[in-house]
């Protein structure tokens, strides 16, 4: 829904930031009104990457490798623990080491492996849910999932309608989507880092394109991950362990240790630009 966001980033705002000679969101305000408004947004950022971010890449890693290796436990120790202690660990020596031009570069490498594997997954699991076919997949998915394929529930008698109310989705994700999109440190510093405009401007229209993508990367086989458990076909506990499940399911052995890496990659990658944001800020 915010892939249009970026292309403001990169038609607006970097200009603007460029124009004024800045670099961190915390020096435009410094520049524009004090050194306390600048500290103050400084100090709230780097709570946020905390609690928001680094919090919730580390559960994300812990969980995904909890569900793809199928392991409890090592030696008494939570498995969840030891992967999500590790993930954080050598993310930040990796960050350490290389600095930002390693985050850009193994982003590059990751991406493709990421996609290709993400939609191998779709595919495999359309075709799982329709017993041989795709389509039919997909039908089996859309029914099983029922009204909660809507984007829009606008009618307050739908169930779903307290959680998210009508077109009030539609802006209050937008309003959600600027501040992230447009002001964030960890996004606006990848656009900045760019050789000249011509290049940051093409850089967000191909990063517009790729947030298109996580609809099918993600969501949709987090719903039929969802119509195989209702049909007793993959069992996991928690809706948090979906994903991993659907890949330790129908990935063979080679390809799943491909995809496991990208996507730890993407993890890791996200977590880096976090650290790599933090300390400039700091």
Known sequence: MQGWMILILGWVFVPFYAHSKVFTMPEFLLKRFNRNSSSTLSFITLIGYVIAKVSVAAYTGGIFLEAVFGINSIGGVSFFWIAAIATVVL????????????????????????????????????????????????????????????????????????????????????II?????????????????????????????????????????????????????????????????????????LLPMGIKGIVVVGFLAALMTSLAATYNSAATLY
């Not at 590059?108 to 075709?127: E, K, M």
């Not at 960890?186 to 290049?199: D, E, F, G, P």
């Not at 990063?207 to 993959?234: D, H, N, Q, W």
């Open 91 to 174: 993310t930040g020596i990796f960050t350490i080491a290389g600095g930002m031009k390693s985050i850009l570069l193994i982003s590059v490498i990751q991406t493709p492996i990421l996609i290709v594997g993400a939609f191998l997954i779709l595919i495999l699991g359309l075709y799982k849910l329709g017993e041989g076919q795709v389509v039919q997949g997909w039908v089996n998915m859309v029914h099983s999932a029922g009204n909660k394929m809507n984007l829009i529930h606008s009618n307050p008698k739908d169930p779903l309608y307290s959680q998210f109310p009508g077109v009030s989705v539609i802006f209050g994700a937008a």
């Open 177 to 249: 989507g600027f501040w992230y999109w447009v002001t964030d440190q960890a996004i606006t510093q990848r656009v900045l880092s760019a050789k000249n405009m011509h290049h940051a401007r093409t850089g967000s229209i191909f990063s517009g394109y790729l947030k298109l993508l996580p609809v099918f990367m993600f969501l949709v086989p987090g719903i039929i991950a969802a119509a195989l458990r209702a049909r007793g076909e993959l069992i996991f506990v928690g809706d948090d362990k979906a994903y991993g499940s659907l890949v330790a399911y």
